[in-house]
């Protein structure tokens, strides 16, 4: 029965991060092709893809780690780290077409930001990486220290 249930949980915490790393993805490909077209979406991700996979995969981690928690704790852990984590992800993965912003929002005075995240972009990426490399640890001690107390 505990074995049962053990491969279960399992199952259905994986299947949660890859539906996260999943609607990561949707979400960078539905955002740049809005701004900036298709074409250009792929062509950003042929270029960045090690990047922005890696990124989606993280959260997708992180999602799974967090669901993991809360199954053996029975009750929410902080939700803060899962979601600080998984916006600089997404942002990281969205700034590399973020300058094409631009061309839709000069009157707001975005110009100058927008010219300024395009050209620190690969930077935002090892950001947003960072972040998710914190936020897996994190989860990890969470989750070890944890089983540790069952």
């Not at 505990?2 to 890859?18: D, E, H």
């Not at 270029?47 to 922005?52: G, L, V």
């Amino acid at each position: 029965m505990i074995n049962s249930l053990k491969l279960n949980t399992t199952i259905q915490v994986v299947f949660q991060g890859a539906l996260a790393t999943l609607f990561l993805l949707i979400l960078y490909f539905t955002i740049v092709s809005l701004v900036s077209g298709w074409i250009f979406a792929q062509d950003q991700f042929s270029k960045f893809w090690y990047f922005i996979v890696a990124l989606a995969f993280g959260f997708g981690i992180q999602v799974g780690q967090y669901f993991y928690l809360k199954e053996i704790v029975k009750r929410n852990v902080p939700k803060g780290m899962l979601a600080t984590t998984g916006t600089i992800s997404t942002a990281a993965m969205v700034s590399c077409c973020a300058h094409y912003l631009a061309n839709i929002l000069p009157a707001l005075g975005a110009a100058g930001a927008i010219t300024l995240i395009s050209q620190y972009q690969v930077q935002l990426f090892w950001f947003g990486l960072a972040f998710n490399f914190i936020g897996i640890t994190y989860m990890a001690g969470k989750i070890y220290i944890r089983s540790q107390s069952i």
